[in-house]
């Protein structure tokens, strides 16, 4: 998704306002001089929506981003309409209204769009091409959460009974793990060892898969893994897919907001608190930045401007502090990830360094 590229002012003669549901899609169309138009549902179907974006007259449809606006947007793009999705965390005020039904926020969608365009906050999604990709990275990210639940689970059952396990990783924990299971509990535990052992298994494969795609498809994600530390081809290529072009966003700083890892703001006169992060965009890509970050502060990482900096920021030695510091090296990261790439140059893990030392050297 990404930022809208330009405003619309120009009043439509038609602006649909469409609230999609998993089974139906309730509608309501604007009149260019504010009267209600035609209302009605069609199924949230591919040929039904198709046929009905093919008979509509032009227009402007509005939408909201969700998990089937992707393909909906896209089928009445290629009908001829013009198409905005609005950012649903940018519309408060439809998720919070006393009298919210499907056919009202249809009309809410068609009244905004009509005349204030900028209060959409429209998003654009990303290519067919590249949203098949992604799913890639979704799958193997619900694999490794199934296998952290699993590996959980096991650690609790013997937990109960009075045994406790050695640390390990989980990608260690079936080889590791399963002597240390005692007697009485393996035929209850043997089943959830299985799963680990073929879950693994698939985790290895989708993760062949991703470095093939990188390879063959997104060279420039191979280039970033190969210059920034702690960042491997899976963080690569998966923030790649995700910003799909670097000319989206006029400023690099930009990409650290997109991603959710910049600080909510509530200031009113002199209050200003400190706030968590936003948490918008990427769960997903957000978590393996924050990885990154938590490596390059960690004992085997090698000394780089991004490592002073996090230890700036951690400066004070809680924990707290040590949870900001690594937020703060992910949004830096992402933001230089973006940098490098937009401009094509080489990253160069020293140069703050080297520039110091240079200016206090003249």
Known sequence: ?????????????????????????????????GRRGKRGEVPTERTALGAF???????????????QSHWISRLAKTSGHEVLVANPRKLESLSKSDKKTDENDAEFLARKGRVDVEALHAIQHCSPEVQVDRELIQARALLVRNRVSVVNHVRSVVKVHGYRLKSCSTECFVKKGWPQIPEELRPALESMFEVLRMVSGQIDELEKKI??????????????????????????TSFVLRLEDPKRFSSSRQVGAYLGLVPRKQQSGEYDPQLHITKAGDKELRRLLVLAANYILGRFCKDCDLRRFGERVARGGGKNDRKRAKVAVARKLAVLMHLMWKRGEVYDPQYQTKLSGELQAS
């Not at 974006?53 to 998990?67: G, K, W």
């Not at 997104?218 to 963080?235: E, H, K, N, Q, W």
Request: proline share 7%; aromatic share 6%.
């Open 53 to 67: 974006f093919q008979n509509l007259e032009p227009s402007r449809v509005v939408m909201e981003a969700c998990t």
């Open 211 to 236: 470095a093939a795609l990188t390879k063959s498809r997104y060279p420039v994600a191979r280039m970033l893994s190969d210059r920034f530390p702690g960042i491997g081809v899976l963080t690569a």
């Open 1 to 33: 998704m990404t930022h809208p590229t330009s405003v619309l002012i120009e009043v439509p003669a038609h602006t649909l306002g469409l609230d999609i549901g998993d089974r139906v899609c309730v509608y309501r169309d604007v009149l260019g001089d």
